[in-house]
């Protein structure tokens, strides 16, 4: 079984501070990777996608990947208390009984105060 | 803009009852999935489905079953429900494995309560 493992919340940053999340795969073979938030009785949003090792920036959120240490993670800068939500981590599957499906992680839930 | 729509956002059923949620997308999407989510659990694959009239067991498939008839809907059925099928259920659709933009995309949510 492919797994995925994100670090264990809840995670709880001031407003205006950097949230870190983090997520490490055990799937050598996956290439894509994907960041959904989800608030509280809704559903996941996708919030970045990630291929290549690097950074990926979109506004005040940046992705990064590294292949290697099997590793993705997710900041946010400047948070805001409208980022409090569930942060869901999610790897595409390479091969095997896991092709075209994706592995979510539990997912961390993010409270960012006043 | 992607839209993927679920018949319903809340439902209430008797054990013992059969069950169709039914999920409709309008981006011609091949591929298609069926999760519930529970707390403590995350979100766990039931079925899947790579195109019509296809379907595979995702990781929880015992005591449901689905149908895809057509492109744009992918059912669930829940054959005789149970109290532990009470859950929110989440439908998704995306492009097919091999595209590079392989973005899953979820409707709304169905939260059923089974009695």
């Known amino acids: 079984q492919k797994e995925v493992e994100q670090n264990s919340g809840p995670l709880s940053v001031p407003e205006g501070a950097i949230a870190s999340l983090n997520c490490t795969y055990s799937?050598?073979?996956?290439?894509?990777f994907f960041w959904y938030r989800q608030y509280s009785g809704k559903s996941p949003e996708l919030i970045m996608s990630?291929?290549?090792?690097g950074d990926k920036e979109d506004g005040r959120f940046t992705a990064q990947l590294n292949k290697a240490s099997q590793y993705v993670s997710l900041l946010i800068r400047d948070s805001q208390p409208s980022d409090s939500a569930t942060y869901l981590c999610a790897a595409f599957g390479a091969g095997g009984t896991s092709y075209g499906k994706l592995t979510f992680g539990q997912g961390t839930i993010l409270t960012v105060h006043p | 803009d992607v839209k993927v729509t679920q018949s319903s956002r809340y439902l209430v059923k008797r054990t013992g009852e059969k069950v169709f949620l039914e999920c409709v997308q309008d981006m011609d999407h091949e591929n298609m999935f069926w999760y519930r989510q529970d707390p403590g659990l995350g979100l766990r694959l039931i079925y899947f489905?790579?195109?019509?009239?296809?379907?595979e067991k995702g990781d929880i498939p015992e005591g449901y079953s689905v149908s895809r008839e057509k492109k744009e809907r992918f059912s669930l059925i829940l054959e005789s429900a149970s109290t532990n099928q009470t859950s929110m259920y989440l439908c998704?659709?995306?492009?097919?494995?091999?595209?590079?933009?392989?973005?899953?995309?979820f409707g709304p949510g169905t939260r059923l309560t089974v009695l």
């Open positions: 799937d050598r073979g996956s290439q894509s």
């Open positions: 990630i291929y290549s090792n």
């Open positions: 489905s790579y195109d019509v009239k296809m379907k």
């Open positions: 998704a659709s995306s492009l097919p494995p091999a595209s590079s933009f392989n973005t899953q995309y």
